[in-house]
Structure formats: C-alpha cells, structure tokens
C-alpha cells in the first residue's frame, strides 16, 4: 500500500492512497462536498485488484448552527 498526504494551504489537506483490494471489477466514484466537516472532492478507481483514491479537503468542521466553519483559538 502507498499512501502519502500533505498540506496545501492552513486549512486545504490532499491524500493519495494506492493498495491491492479484494477482487472488485470495476468501481468509479466522484464526490464533492460542501458544508460539512472535511468537506472537499474525492475520487475514487477501483479496477481489478486494484484501487486508487484521491482526496483534496478541508481539515476544518462545520458548525451547523451557525452555517459556517467552526473557529478555533489559536
């Protein structure tokens, strides 16, 4: 399994990960979330044996009644 992660801006996170699964055929899935905690794009290729999933997100929590970022003290 590889997987690495990184920062690219204060609250901006990526992650690639690269392993062997069990065996699925063929799997795609693209997401993009807004107002929630994480939120950011996700894809995700699984073919055969093998599975690649990429994430670029916010390292941040939403705060649902307030409909924003929670704010923390730094």
Same mark, same amino acid.
């Given at each position: 399994? &590889?997987?690495?992660?990184?920062?690219?801006?204060? @609250?901006?996170? !990526?992650?690639?990960?690269?392993? @062997?699964?069990?065996?699925? &055929?063929?799997?795609?899935?693209?997401? !993009?979330?807004?107002k929630c905690d994480h939120a950011g794009f996700n894809f @995700?290729?699984?073919?055969h044996k093998f599975m690649f999933d990429f994430n670029l997100? /916010? @390292?941040?929590? !939403?705060?649902? /009644?307030? /409909?924003?970022?929670?704010?923390?003290?730094?």
């Open positions: 399994m &590889i997987y690495q992660s990184g920062r690219i801006t204060k @609250n901006k996170s !990526w992650e690639l990960q690269i392993a @062997n699964m069990a065996d699925t &055929i063929f799997n795609l899935s693209i997401s !993009w979330t807004r @995700n290729l699984e073919i997100r /916010d @390292n941040r929590h !939403w705060d649902y /009644d307030n /409909d924003c970022y929670e704010k923390y003290d730094s």
